[in-house]
């Protein structure tokens, strides 16, 4: 299986902060990497799919990038609606593992 | 409008089997694969698997394989999980989940699932 190693496990940042999380896969995924945000009680929502495009409706502010086997997310300017839980997810091959996931809270 | 509504869940006695079931809207439910995913209570989130369009193929997690089948009635927009000897582990919350393909664009409410005697 491939693992994803997601970091880090939690985060406290301010208004308008550049706020960057991490997934590093085990081995090649290519650009097979998705991101998801979790709001606190409800169900998880697509962000980036593809390692850098954006999903229909996603704030602009958000971004996706790769470097090799590692890929990250960035919040250019932290908005209080950002709050939630982030994951990663390998879509290379079955199993189609998630990062342990990121708490994001407002400092 | 895209709905994926859960169904089936509920407090369950280790070793039972449970079926959830998921009926899809707003988009031609044949044409996609669809996927479960599951969340612990501790927020730890794990692909569960999937079913190709017509039903033909599936993939699994390993380590569900044993006790899990996914299948689903395109005639009824409906995907199925039929979940066999329950641990206290599977307690999780259940989501049923349209594939792009690859990501998972649209997620339903969720399930619960309590495993306990």
């Known amino acids: 299986d491939i693992q994803m190693t997601q970091s880090p496990a939690s985060l406290s940042a301010s208004l308008e902060e550049i706020v960057t999380i991490t997934c590093q896969a085990s081995q090649d995924i290519g650009n097979w990497l998705a991101w998801y945000q979790q709001k606190p009680g409800k169900s998880p929502q697509l962000l980036i799919y593809g390692a850098t495009s954006l999903a229909d409706g996603v704030p602009s502010r958000f971004s996706g990038s790769r470097s090799g086997t590692q890929y990250s997310l960035k919040i250019s300017r932290l908005q209080v609606e950002d709050i939630g839980i982030y994951y990663c997810?390998?879509?290379?091959?079955?199993?189609?593992?998630f990062g342990s996931g990121t708490k994001l809270e407002i400092k | 409008e895209v709905q994926l509504v859960e169904s089936g869940g509920g407090l369950v006695q280790p070793g039972a089997s449970l079926k959830l079931s998921c009926v899809a809207s707003?988009?031609?439910?044949?044409?996609?694969?669809m996927s479960w995913v599951r969340q612990t209570p501790g927020k730890t989130m794990e692909w569960i698997g999937d079913i190709k369009y017509d039903g033909s193929y599936t993939n699994y997690a390993p380590s569900l394989k044993n006790r899990f089948t996914i299948s689903r009635d395109n005639a009824k927009s409906t995907l199925y999980l039929q979940m066999s000897n329950v641990r206290s582990e599977d307690t999780a919350t259940y989501y049923c989940t349209k594939d792009y393909p690859g990501p998972l664009d649209y997620w339903g409410q969720g399930v619960m699932v309590t495993v306990s005697s």
């Open positions: 997810q390998q879509a290379s091959s079955a199993p189609f593992t």
């Open positions: 707003g988009f031609t439910f044949s044409d996609y694969w």
